[in-house]
């Protein structure tokens, strides 16, 4: 093999996918789960019409990275019961929180343990911004925190999901507690469909 063979097969490696990519990658994967997975959330009679779920435009302003979760300072006691959407009281731990800015506004969320389960370091945010109740789901959107290698978390509301009740009452989700709601509209993630009314 020539030198020039070489370097002409070398530029067609696939390069890393830029963010917007892999982020359409993610949700064009979730789509083909829900429309056609044995665990989708879908009533099984509407998942022939399903054609994805809608999503504000990806916004990389909205990737908050190096966050550190810091110890609870707030009033309510760290462990608590989380209200469900089906009028059920989860175990819960305010596991610690998140200071960050968005448009120049600063902000902050508790993150959470929800469950018996021992905690594998990962943390549940679910928050109340500007659309809920209009463009996304009135109690709230959901993300799930892993630590980075350095111990650090990124919060990418681009990953931001409804919980499983949107789609069918059978499921039991947990409500977003008051002190996660955001005095800013958080246009990223999922968002409900035109005139879905929720």
């Known amino acids: 093999m020539t030198e020039a063979t070489h370097d002409h097969e070398h530029h067609h490696h696939a390069e890393p996918p830029d963010y917007p990519s892999a982020v359409a990658a993610y949700r064009a994967e979730k ?25 504000f435009p990806v916004n990389e302003e909205l990737v908050l990275e190096g966050l550190t979760l810091e110890p609870y300072q707030g009033d309510e006691p760290s462990t608590f019961q989380i209200p469900t959407s089906d009028n059920k009281l989860r175990p819960a731990r305010r596991a610690g929180t998140f200071a960050f800015e968005v448009d120049g506004v600063s902000l902050q969320l508790t993150g959470y343990e929800v469950g018996d389960t021992p905690s ?60 996660n ?11 409900l469909a035109e005139g879905s009314g929720h």
């Open 31 to 55: 789509d083909h789960a829900f429309k056609h997975g044995a665990n989708s959330p879908i009533p099984p009679e509407e998942r022939e019409a399903f054609e994805g779920l809608p999503y």
């Open 120 to 179: 594998d370091g990962t943390i549940f945010l679910p928050f109340l911004d500007g659309t809920s109740g209009q463009e996304t789901y009135g109690p709230g959107r959901y993300l799930d925190l892993a630590p980075d290698d350095d111990g650090t978390y990124a919060i990418d509301f681009n990953l931001a999901y409804h919980p499983l009740c949107v789609f069918s009452p059978n499921f039991s989700c947990p409500l977003t507690p008051a002190e």
């Open 181 to 191: 709601r955001l005095p800013v509209r958080i246009e990223a993630g999922e968002r």
